[in-house]
């Protein structure tokens, strides 16, 4: 008899092995509770699993306002005191936000699925509510029809934003601004932008009315009462934007031109705006010195200030003139003879469609037409100094992108012109240099690189990575130094294949705040570099144990950098063992403590802004997420969510880890899920899911989703066994390093666990995973049945098509990423043709369903169709499914839980001996199916 798992929030509760030995003995024999007698998850069980979503920590700590998501979608909000245990839970809210002196919570509140969905059919809008609650007072407030809110930086109002009426021919609409104290709320109307000052109570407002008339910028000084006009025209204003501990305010202005088909803009800034004379000043293509002509600022761009506020950053673009200008008044005579050229509109219908596609298209004609918005909106960075009122251009049609320090002090630029010819099939490179911001000058730092162009905090130096070393340029000294020659480590991560000329590092962790030194990581450990003098220092001694340590940048903390006097928080993960946690170092260098170390999956460690109040999540294969609160040493933490609390209810598997070494030898692991009603006198079948690298999930909680239809948790709660292994590589041998992988994986789950049955073993896989699964039963008969979703089947004529959802050419993966070939077909026939499955299928014995969107923009649809082809021809039993209208992913519901449903018939057939269905044994007819008489019983 097995022992009753006992979940982690009653081990919290026992924390002595005597007394949870003396409550189980107290509650008499438990033969009766055995998990074998539980009930498994059935069906009508799915919609009553909760996913734990995003969370909110009040800037005190003292309270937490969580998400939670229900498999049918229905959502709540569970706000929850973190010192005790109470929780209000609001119906379908989310969007939890703090003011920042923590007394209130705003949230939005919608409606249940099924009145959206009532709402959808119908063709009504679902408008949301707004939800206020004082957390001293414990009451709360509701509003109707409010789209958004924001708190003021001080805490005391709140700025409610209502719908556009349906018929609404501008952008304007009304907000209230609500004094939280009082209840008491001030109307504005015609509002399309609002925006809080970073301090204080300063609200500024973009009117923005039908005929424009009143249109503006005004400011409401929310605590005074006075609101203020800045400028108002006959235009258009956006993009507002605030300047970080200051009362400067920057916004766009519209500056329309009938012969031009753009809108150019000017920039208004005005300086000091809680003082009784602000200070002004517009960037304008007219007046401003530097200006490029023919140019104008765009609306794509933020305009953003540097911290100093001497400078504002906007975007730049060629004007796009008029193809039929407006006529001006001056074109007509005085007797109205109307002497302006005639330019008349092309009609669609009379224009041809075709595109013209050249072999010498730098980027394909598809990839520009999936890019067309962005082409369209790419502008070049510019520097305005607001004193001397001088534009300066940082950006041109050399530089691919500009990059700014977080300070705006700096700027590094990359131009991949250089390379882009070769980067048609090959890795990109590029050039880089180093941007003024006062003059726009710039020199070229470094050429031919792949990774790197990040800067300081401070704006200092610039970071890239090259061979197997980072270098660091010092921009004030113009000086270029190895700053990881010498040291007792790699830095380069070669655990893949070699595919690219450059590998990639393993990252950088993070910056000194004053530019003294950056964090570095290698595979297992942190760094810490200085970038002029001084010695590095490894921080943490995961090598030795091959326990991976890693930096963790918590979110309430503001600041750009690490400081001195700062504690550095990691997070922790064993490699073998799957264990994790965090650690801290009080101090810079000290050797860090282990604070959180347990045999579960660990993550997600927050801060409150104002408060050393923590939380963490953690979560385990039969232990559903939930999130802790503790203090700065993480001891003691008390768990305050408590998600899927029926879940001692059903029956549940455990998982465990399997090692085995591949053909080659290399060590591996997968995990082994067990059925929820496991005895272990009995044998079951095992699914086999399969991708690449998955045992990093052995303590995953997963929800029965019918809509994940992969969902290993519903196969398990079906009685099947579920492995997920380890797969790795060899150069040019993507199907075979997959086959020489998974036999002796499978060869060390049956010998693991006696209770698999050899001759009921399913393989499946989706995308890369399905390509491997397909590949598998062309070699070895080891499996019953298989099942291939959107699989890779012909090696060489999908590197000769598309991946039509970014419209990149399929042969960049195939030489340089997941394909590992690194070179086309004609330079290595054998290769291809021994990797791929459609080369091989005289050969398959395994009855084989697969599944494939008709969009799919990964994997070419016609993928499926070469493949169904060739087995139909040599009569083996296979079955296609095609999902009309589908992407490589399914999108709709009832496509989901067909396909789900589809695959535990296909599993429950070939594995347990269910009686099988007509689609899957003589197929059906295409008048059948559109008579939906193959409809399939949605099943467990």
């Not at 803009?265 to 002004?280: F, I, L, N, Q, T």
């Not at 010819?421 to 470094?446: C, H, K």
């Not at 953690?618 to 503790?630: C, T």
Request: charged content about 25%; proline content about 6%.
């Amino acid at each position: 008899m097995r022992p009753i798992p006992v979940p982690s929030r009653l081990r919290s509760v026992f924390r002595t092995t005597a007394a949870l030995t003396a409550m189980l003995a107290s509650a008499g024999p438990v033969t009766g509770l055995v998990a074998q007698q539980r009930p498994t998850v059935g069906e009508s069980d799915y919609d009553r699993f909760e996913r734990l979503g995003s969370s909110t920590l009040s800037p005190d700590g003292l309270w937490l306002a969580v998400d939670v998501i229900r498999v049918d979608d229905d959502r709540e909000l569970r706000i929850h005191r973190t010192d005790s245990d109470s929780v209000v839970v609001v119906p379908h809210a989310r969007e939890a936000t703090f003011s920042d002196d923590g007394r209130w919570l705003a949230y939005a509140i919608g409606v249940s699925q099924a009145d959206e969905e009532k709402a959808e059919d119908a063709k009504r809008p679902v408008r949301d509510k707004f939800g206020l609650m004082d957390l001293r007072a414990g009451t709360a407030t509701v509003r109707d029809e409010i789209a958004d809110f924001a708190f003021s930086a001080d805490g005391a109002f709140v700025a409610l934003r209502r719908y556009a009426p349906e018929d609404a021919e501008a952008d304007g609409v009304d907000v209230l601004v609500r004094e939280l104290a009082t209840g008491a709320e001030l109307p504005f109307g015609n509002i399309s932008e609002m925006a809080w000052s970073d301090q204080g109570a300063l609200l500024a407002l973009v009117t923005d009315a039908a005929d424009q008339v009143g249109n503006g910028v005004r400011v409401y000084d929310a605590r005074s009462g006075r609101l203020r006009g800045l400028d108002t025209d006959e235009a258009t204003y956006r993009r507002m934007a605030w300047r970080d501990d200051a009362y400067d305010l920057v916004v766009l202005k519209t500056r329309p031109d009938p012969a031009f088909e753009d809108t150019a803009h000017v920039a208004m800034v005005w300086r000091g705006v809680d003082g009784a004379a602000p200070e002004s000043h517009t960037l304008d293509a007219g007046s401003t010195g530097g200006f490029p002509p023919s140019m104008r600022v765009v609306e794509y761009r933020a305009p953003a200030w540097s911290d100093d506020g001497a400078r504002v950053f906007v975007g730049l673009q060629p004007r796009r003139p008029a193809p039929c200008p407006a006529p001006s008044d001056d074109d007509e005579d005085e007797e109205g003879d109307d002497d302006a050229p005639t330019c008349e509109e092309p009609d669609d219908d009379d224009q041809p469609g075709v595109e013209i596609w050249h072999t010498l298209d730098v980027d394909p004609v598809p990839e520009q037409r999936v890019r067309d918005r962005q082409l369209r909106q790419e502008n070049e960075l510019a520097a305005w100094h607001v004193d001397g009122d001088a534009l300066v251009r940082l950006d041109d049609d050399q530089l691919e992108s500009v990059s700014l320090s977080a300070d705006g002090t700096g700027a590094v630029g990359r131009d991949e012109t250089p390379y882009d010819a070769d980067a048609m099939f090959r890795q990109q490179f590029f050039d880089l240099y180093a941007i003024d911001p006062a003059s726009g000058s710039r020199y070229l730092v470094e050429d031919r690189l792949t990774i790197g162009g990040t800067m300081s905090p401070g704006g200092r130096y610039v970071l890239w990575f090259e061979g197997e070393d980072w270098f660091a340029h010092d921009l004030i000294a113009g000086e270029t130094r190895n700053i990881t020659e010498g040291l007792a480590s790699t830095f380069v991560n070669l655990d893949q294949t070699p595919t690219v000329e450059q590998m990639p590092p393993f990252g950088v962790a993070g910056w000194m705040e004053d530019d003294g030194a950056v964090f570095l990581n290698d595979e297992w450990d942190v760094w810490m570099v200085p970038l002029e003098d001084g010695e590095a220092r490894r921080l943490t001694r995961g090598a030795e144990d091959q326990v991976r340590w890693r930096l963790t940048s918590l979110d309430g903390d503001d600041d750009p950098g690490f400081d001195d006097d700062d504690a550095l928080y990691f997070s922790v993960y064993g490699e073998w063992t799957k264990k994790a946690g965090y650690a801290r170092s009080d101090e810079i260098g000290d050797e860090p403590d282990i604070l959180v170390w347990e045999d579960a999956r660990v993550y997600g460690l927050d801060k409150a802004d104002d408060a050393d109040r923590f939380t963490y999540r953690m979560e385990r294969f039969d232990d559903s997420p939930d999130i802790f609160v503790a203090g700065a040493d993480l001891a003691d933490a008390r768990q305050v969510t408590a998600t899927n609390t029926f879940l001692g209810e059903f029956a549940w598997g455990r998982t465990e880890l399997v090692d085995y070494e591949n053909e080659w030898g290399r060590r591996l692991q997968g995990v082994l899920t067990y059925p929820a009603n496991y005895d272990p006198s009995q044998t079951y079948p095992v699914i086999v899911y399969q991708y690449e690298l998955l045992s990093q999930g052995l303590h995953q909680f997963q929800l029965p989703d019918p809509t994940q239809y992969y969902n290993q948790q519903i196969w398990s709660q079906n009685g099947y066994f579920v492995f997920r292994p380890d797969i790795v590589y060899r150069d040019r041998r993507p199907g075979q390093s997959n086959v020489e992988t998974l036999r002796p994986a499978m060869a060390a789950v049956v010998e693991h666990e006696p209770a698999v049955d050899p001759e009921r073993m399913g393989l499946i896989g989706h995308s890369w995973g399905g390509y491997q699964t397909t590949f598998f039963v062309t070699q070895d008969d080891l499996f019953a049945a298989a099942v291939a979703g959107a699989p890779l089947t012909n090696l060489m004529s999908m590197y000769l098509s598309f991946y039509w959802n970014s419209g990149g050419t399929d042969a960049r993966i195939f030489e340089i990423s997941q394909g590992r070939m690194q070179v086309p077909w004609w330079e290595d026939w054998e290769s291809y043709e021994a990797n791929s499955p459609v080369h091989h299928i005289q050969n398959m014995n395994t009855p084989l369903l697969m599944a494939f969107g008709t969009n799919d923009g990964a994997v070419e649809y016609n993928q499926g169709v070469e493949f169904y082809n060739a087995a139909r021809r040599l009569g083996k039993q296979m079955v296609m499914l095609s999902y009309e209208g589908e992407n490589h992913g399914f999108s709709r519901e009832p496509n989901q839980k067909d396909y789900q449903s589809r695959i535990m018939q296909w599993f429950g057939h070939y594995l347990k001996g269910e009686p099988a269905p007509d689609w899957m044994m003589k197929g059906l007819t295409y008048i059948e199916q559109k008579d939906r008489v193959a409809k399939p019983k949605i099943i467990s």
